[in-house]
């Protein structure tokens, strides 16, 4: 089975600083391991995505995102806030069954 | 090239009433899946289609029914409506099968109020 965890469902930074949604899976299989962005009333839109290689993943917007098995982690950050930041980001993982399997949400807010 | 494109964006139906989603993924892609996204439940796998083949099925009861065309375009029905149906309704494709790290990508959902 799988599943994903993601600490805090709010999150607020001030602009330009440090932007850090933890998120911490489950799986019993290698996952392959997603970072998505709502805005509000929109669909998801795909930040990043890890499958296998290089566990530094570079995704859209300045995001990037660590995988770290030992730690069955993939969090997200990046380095300065902006305010067009603002929105729901949700991390999944899929790996058996052809299905993605979500977090919760964090709720990005951001201070200027 | 077109994103996910899904109709209606924005639909109110009475209760016990059925309704009819529909979904054209990106141009090439033949997998087509599903998801239901509540405040209370979030964000629920309900099925995925690949090749006009049901290959999974999350954990809904039957009244909630898909099927995908010969055109990889889908659509998905809800019988007999009930008020904790009220969600979005989130369709997604890739190009190959879902669950081996092919990019995932989401249209703009369609939005079910039931009354």
């Known amino acids: 089975a799988q599943s994903v965890t993601q600490l805090g469902s709010h999150v607020s930074v001030s602009e330009g600083a440090l932007v850090l949604l933890r998120c911490n899976y489950s799986?019993?299989?290698?996952?392959?391991l997603f970072w998505y962005v709502q805005y509000p009333n929109q669909g998801l839109q795909l930040l990043l995505k890890?499958?296998?290689?290089?566990?530094l993943v570079k995704g859209i917007n300045g995001f990037e995102a660590e995988f770290k098995k030992s730690e069955t982690s993939f969090h997200l950050t990046k380095p300065s806030a902006h305010m067009s930041d603002a929105a729901e980001y949700f991390c999944?993982?899929?790996?058996?069954?052809?299905?993605?399997?979500f977090g919760q949400g964090t709720e990005l807010s951001v201070k200027p | 090239k077109a994103g996910v494109t899904q109709t209606p964006r924005y639909l109110i139906k009475t209760r016990g009433q059925q309704v009819t989603l529909s979904c054209s993924p990106i141009?090439?892609?033949?997998?087509v899946s599903w998801y239901q996204q509540t405040p209370g439940q979030g964000l629920q796998f309900l099925f995925e289609?690949?090749?006009?083949?049901?290959?999974n099925k999350g954990n809904f009861p039957g009244r909630f029914s898909g099927r995908q065309f010969s055109n990889s375009r889908s659509e998905m029905n809800v019988s007999t409506l009930e008020l904790g149906d009220s969600a979005l309704y989130l369709c997604?494709?890739?190009?190959?099968?879902?669950?081996?790290?092919?990019?995932?990508?989401f249209g703009e959902g369609s939005w079910l109020t039931v009354v």
């Open positions: 799986s019993s299989v290698p996952p392959y």
């Open positions: 890890y499958t296998t290689g290089a566990t």
């Open positions: 141009s090439g892609h033949r997998s």
């Open positions: 289609y690949f090749s006009e083949t049901q290959r």
């Open positions: 997604a494709s890739s190009l190959g099968e879902s669950g081996r790290g092919n990019t995932i990508y």
């Open positions: 999944a993982v899929s790996g058996g069954g052809g299905k993605l399997i």
